[in-house]
């Protein structure tokens, strides 16, 4: 009554899977670099105006002003950037249809050729495109993903990107801004605020590099903290000066 031999085992009992992580970042790295330059952003121009000696209204206006102002700028750019993008892409897109209509002959042997040109046999190669090209869809798919690197259906959103950029900015932004809001008399609190918030994310950055956390977490720090300072300095030196 015992178990199967080796011989009787069926081969597929020691299949292996593995996993990958996500090498683009996918929305994380996106969306904390957003809030990452918020953070600095905004921060670095509280430091600036707290630096001349402004008073804690000045800081506080300045700092939301810098809010809105940095995070509307975010989602118009982004909004026509992924727009323009998406029409330029959509653009070609439709020239490939088109081209695909009027010639499907000559289509059906360039997408033989592109399986070719990745080892495929000729003979599989044109089996294959013969079979997607039955489907003019499917050969668009195809072509597009293989020409322009897109997929007809799977176009950014102009509208998701913006209000992406323009919440995750907006997060970032805030940080610094909170302690002025509770009643903070002066820059320590939004410095001890933002030095967390830089270095937290940070540390979520290097989730998709082979960067340890603190690594990540320092070295953002130590760039945002520079941004600050300098900043700080210049608006120190403006305000003993009196410009």
């Known amino acids: ?28 790295r996106p969306a904390v670099f957003g809030a990452m330059d918020g953070l600095v952003s905004n921060f670095a121009l509280i430091a ?3 630096g001349g000696s402004a008073s804690q209204n000045v800081v506080l206006l300045a700092g939301l002003a810098g809010l809105a ?8 750019g982004e909004y026509i950037s992924v727009a ?8 070609e897109i439709e020239v490939e249809r088109l081209e695909l209509a009027r010639h499907p002959a000559a289509e059906e042997r360039e997408l033989a050729s592109v399986f070719e040109r990745r080892g495929v046999d000729p003979a599989t190669a044109a089996e294959v495109a013969r079979q997607l090209s039955r489907n003019p869809e ?22 998701l990107a913006a209000g992406s950029s323009f919440v995750s900015f907006a997060v970032g932004a805030v940080l610094p801004v909170l302690p002025y809001l ?24 290097a989730r998709v ?3 340890s956390w603190w690594f ?22 403006i305000g003993q000066t009196g410009l």
């Open 138 to 159: 499917d050969a668009l798919e195809v072509h597009a993903r293989e020409e322009l690197g897109v997929a007809p259906g799977d176009l950014p959103s102009p509208l």
């Open 69 to 76: 102002a940095g995070a509307f700028s975010m989602a118009a």
């Open 182 to 205: 509770l009643g903070a008399q002066n820059l320590w609190p939004a410095a001890i605020l933002a030095a967390l918030g830089l270095f937290g994310a940070g540390a979520v950055v």
């Open 209 to 211: 590099t082979t960067r």
């Open 84 to 91: 323009s993008q998406s029409e330029l892409a959509q653009a």
């Open 216 to 237: 990540g977490g320092l070295r953002q720090l130590a760039f945002g903290g520079a941004a600050a300072a300098i900043t700080f300095g210049v608006g120190a030196l």
């Open 1 to 28: 009554m015992g178990g199967l031999t080796a011989e009787e085992e069926p081969e597929t009992v020691a299949e292996h899977h593995h996993h990958h992580r996500d090498v683009t970042g996918g929305w994380l």
């Open 48 to 50: 600036g105006v707290a």
